[in-house]
């Protein structure tokens, strides 16, 4: 066990109280043990990867802290063309992607440069520039509060969505499955070192490609760094503009009658909808009559961009209120940053603001992509 901390030293955001235990399990049975034991005592440990996805209050955390801190990448065998990964959830997210790169192959290229470890990748279903997590994940190592050994569970059943998963906190709330993330398994593709076809206009563009070419993965990865730390969505120690949590909200998702309301020139991309499940009735329970059958289809969904709806609700780039340290990044209208000594409630006020903001210009409310411990929004 090491000293006491406080969350601001373990966050990219920079915010955040003490901490009045922290604890580093560096392999995988030390971290089983120290989540066992901190659950048997009735508590609740707050799991850290990279810190990258947390806005904390400034009272800090009268807990236990668990930063995952145990690496290993194993190669499994794979069909001809594919590659099979197993990786501890310890490991830099960016570290993974740079190794599958180096090697040639493909599947998560476009998640380059995204912060934070690869326990917490899943928890969210990381995705950037027409890549997601989902698309790649096989299955997730998981440590069950109410399990007695570890288990691999299918990735199909993490309900994995857009930013969104079983085992996330949303807001304050608690996760809808109490897990802890040891261990990731991924299915690539060895294409003789091609990326997956383009499918992002915004990539496509920067490389000069026509959508679905494929190219050289390290081709891939150097122009999504560069998109990235345009955005300074690259942390940089030198500038304070970086110091946040990425995209601090996520792309609404609305319907496409409610999205007709908005002006015709915001930004809107289809999203699929929800088809009613299947009907299923047991053998032994047919007595020679179907059910009516459900004829009413998901409705119509698109996603809208939040950066445009923060930008034409009138908060733009570099904006801060009176007095406060917290500002809107220079680069991003996504980014909230912490320009110097910022505290967690202003990273809060401004968050607020901002939702107040494009609520009553557009009707929309939109929701934090971090999570929030000790504080609600």
């Not at 279903?125 to 109410?146: F, K, M, P, T």
Request: charged letters at 20%; aromatic letters at 6%; a negative charge.
């Amino acid at each position: 066990m090491s000293a006491p901390a406080t969350l601001a030293q373990l966050t990219t955001l920079a915010v955040g109280g003490p901490i009045a235990e922290l604890v580093e399990p560096t392999t995988r049975e030390d971290l089983i043990n120290t989540v066992r034991a901190v659950w048997s005592a009735g508590e609740e440990p707050l799991i850290l990867g990279g810190g990258s996805n947390l806005l904390a209050s400034d009272d800090g955390y009268d807990g236990v802290v668990i930063r995952v801190a145990h690496h290993g990448l194993e190669q499994l065998p794979a069909a001809p063309g594919r590659v099979r990964l197993r990786v501890a959830g310890g490991v830099p997210w960016d570290e993974l992607v740079a190794h599958t790169v180096d090697r040639g192959w493909s599947g998560i290229e476009g998640l380059s440069g995204i912060p934070g470890s690869v326990g917490a990748s899943p928890i969210q279903n990381i995705g950037a520039y027409g890549q997601e997590l989902a698309a790649s994940l096989i299955a997730v190592e998981l440590l069950d509060r109410y399990a007695e050994e570890p288990e691999w569970v299918p990735a199909a059943d993490l309900r994995l969505g857009y930013r969104t998963s079983t085992l996330k906190r949303h807001g304050g709330l608690p996760a809808e499955r109490e897990a802890v993330v040891l261990g990731i398994e991924l299915d690539l593709a060895d294409n003789a070192g091609l990326s997956a076809p383009l499918n992002f206009p915004q990539l496509s563009s920067a490389l000069g490609a026509e959508p679905g070419s494929q190219l050289p993965v390290r081709q891939i990865r150097d122009a999504v760094l560069a998109l990235r730390a345009g955005k300074g969505m690259v942390l940089d120690p030198a500038d304070r503009d970086t110091f946040s949590a990425g995209s601090f909200f996520t792309n609404p998702i609305v319907t496409a009658a409610f999205a007709r309301t908005l002006p015709a020139e915001a930004p809107r991309w289809p999203e699929p909808g929800v088809e009613p499940e299947p009907t299923v009735i047991a053998l032994d329970h047919y007595v020679g009559e179907l059910p009516p059958l459900a004829t009413t289809r998901a409705p119509e969904l698109v996603k809208l961009s939040a950066a445009w709806l923060i930008e034409h609700a009138g908060v733009g780039r570099g904006f801060r209120l009176p007095g406060s340290n917290a500002a809107i990044s220079g680069k991003h209208t996504l980014a909230l940053t912490n320009t110097g000594h910022a505290t967690a409630r202003e990273i809060a006020s401004l968050a607020l603001y901002v939702q107040s903001m494009v609520e009553n210009e557009f009707g929309v409310r939109l929701m934090p992509e971090p999570v929030l411990v000790g504080l609600e929004l």
